[in-house]
């Protein structure tokens, strides 16, 4: 058995090197992720044995990966001292599709029928994407049974390969490429730490290029939660965050059903998109027992948590899945379902545990989670859950949840009630707001334009419908006494909307108002005019939405509609012109004046006959 062997390549064997060795796929690197990746099974794998006791053939080594190259002679070696590959195996593992990387593979070709350089990335075809760099490789192999001897593999690509016995090998395997001229940049130092760093730093085993370690944090996603001490969390996050600063959040979180998955997901302290430096990108990493299959991986968590930082490891994933197959593939939205329901699950547990962290949470990132009330349907309900905002019932400053809106509720009250306002003072002065501090009822302060968006996608919460306070259909609880009787605002009213005539759709006594005179009602049951505005900044080039005329409401027992009621029989010109900046005064407290200045000099005439 010990002499020198010519063997063929199994024929699929050598369709497949064809398609590597004429390949001009451009992410060549993989071939370093798929030689580590198999020197950190070998190494696992002798751990195994020699931990259910069999004997081992230099035992006192440790298992370990060494990467040298050298530039000068255009080779790169990777050694590891694993379990090592016996005659038998070498012709197995090296020399048939006995492996999954290249079956997956050669079934796609075959379905296919015409063989695409461009898959050969897609698929890592493991051990023989050395061939993508490599004009001859050399495997040296001791196998980690005593009995067993050295053996030297040694291949072109083409036909097949020679196997010869060799002396004094050390246990486990070499791997030596002797590099194409155009792939001569993969004997650089500089280029191998790179693509080492990119997709192994997680290897569980060290990693030396040209004897310095490459590998030093460890993936403590996969350790026992309670084994791992706070610099470690914090050195971890560093190196996947890119961020100096602590987190603000920590979740890890394995399951083994329906996936098994081992993740550890940050929260920044900071919100990077606020700072100026545009949209970001999810940072969350995909990992297959601790190798690496996407940097930032799309499609992995729903857009609006793009702000997550972290890891997730599924051993359920194929470690040759390809980046485009990756995004659609049901794994992945199975992964993205349980991940971003437990992530809601731990931000509402926060939000009970640690309100102050989860204030600071939602000053930094609430509007990613109005964001995906209005555009993630799934989670809709269990992020309108985490909304926070200001009430009526609470002081300035304080915030409350939908949840404890609903449980201050009157009984006779059935809807959750909203207004915004640029802030609280303009909240509270609102014509919109009387009713309901008449009512005693709490409305929720929004602050924020796109609030009445969230507010509208959202819907209801908890069996109670989200009402804007001035869609809101409802009266004083007692109508104010004095004023104006039934038939004398009727006609009043009737008088207004000839008076005003296009300005307003329709002129009605109010049973809303306490303080002000009157009040417009947008005639759009649904839209309201800061969201006409929103819908205006957004389709930049598209037809202006046109705002509706609004419903003009009066309140008859305000002295001024009853003094107007009196001067209009007198001076009809002198009522229209109070008519008039009644109209404006109600739409500058809607906010709807586009220009104050077209009424100043209606308010000087007005002024002019009042001190005269
Ligand atoms: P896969 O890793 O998907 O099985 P590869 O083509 O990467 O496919 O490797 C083929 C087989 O060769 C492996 O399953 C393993 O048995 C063997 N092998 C490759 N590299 C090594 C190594 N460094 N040490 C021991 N066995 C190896
Ligand atoms: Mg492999």
Known sequence: MSQHETHHFQAEIQQLLNIVIHSLYTDKEIFVRELVSNAADACEKLRFHQSSGQPVYQAEIAPAILVTTDESAGTITITDTGLGMTHGELV??????????????????????????????????????????????????????????????????????DLAPAADLA???????????DAKSFSQTGTIEGVIQRYSSFVPFPIELNAKRLNTVQAIWARNKNEITEEEYNEFYTFVGHDHEKPLFRLSFSADAPLS????????????????MGRMDSEVNLYCRKVLIQSKAKGLFPEWLRFL???????????????????????????????????????????????????KFYAEYQRFLKEGVVTDFTHKEALGKLLRYESSALAPGQSTSLADYVKRLPSDQTEIYCLLAANRAAAEA???????????????????????FVMEHLRAFD????????KAELN????????????????????????????????????????????????????????????????????????????????PAHPILARLDAVRRTDNALAASVAEQILDNARVAAGLLEDPRAMLSRLNELLEKVLK
């Open 430 to 452: 609102s014509p919109y707001f009387e009713v309901f501090k008449e009512r005693g009822w709490e409305v929720l302060f929004l602050y924020d334009a796109w609030d009445e």
């Open 261 to 276: 998955i081992q993740s550890l997901l940050f929260v920044p302290s900071r919100n990077f998109e606020t700072l100026g």
């Open 463 to 470: 069996g109670k419908s989200l009402k804007l306070a001035e």
């Open 476 to 555: 004083l609880s007692a109508p104010k006494p004095g004023g104006l009787s039934e038939e004398a605002s009727g006609e009043l009213a009737r008088w207004l909307k000839e008076t005003l005539g296009d300005k307003v759709s329709e002129v009605r006594a109010s049973r809303r108002l306490v303080e002000s005179p009157a009040v417009v009602v947008d005639s759009d049951k649904f839209m309201t005019a800061s969201m006409r505005r929103i819908m205006k900044a957004m389709k930049q080039d598209g037809p202006e939405p046109v705002a509706p005329k609004p419903d003009f409401e009066i309140n």
């Open 309 to 359: 930082k972290g890891v997730v490891d599924s051993e359920d994933l194929p470690l040759n899945i390809s980046r485009e197959t990756m995004q659609d593939t049901s794994l992945l939205q199975k992964l993205n379902r349980v991940l971003t329901g437990r992530f809601l699950k731990f931000l509402e547990e926060q939000s009970e545990k640690a309100p102050e962290s989860y204030a």
């Open 171 to 181: 246990r486990g395997t070499r791997i030596t490429l002797e590099l194409k001229d």
């Open 92 to 161: 197995e593992n090296l020399g048939t599709i006995a492996h999954s990387g290249t079956k997956a593979f050669l079934k796609q070709l075959a379905e296919d029928k015409k063989p695409d350089a461009g898959l050969i990335g897609q698929f890592g075809v493991g051990f023989y994407s050395a061939f993508m760099v490599a004009k001859r490789v050399t495997v040296w192999s001791r196998s980690f049974a005593p009995e067993e001897q050295g053996w030297q593999w040694t291949s072109e690509g083409m036909g097949g390969y």
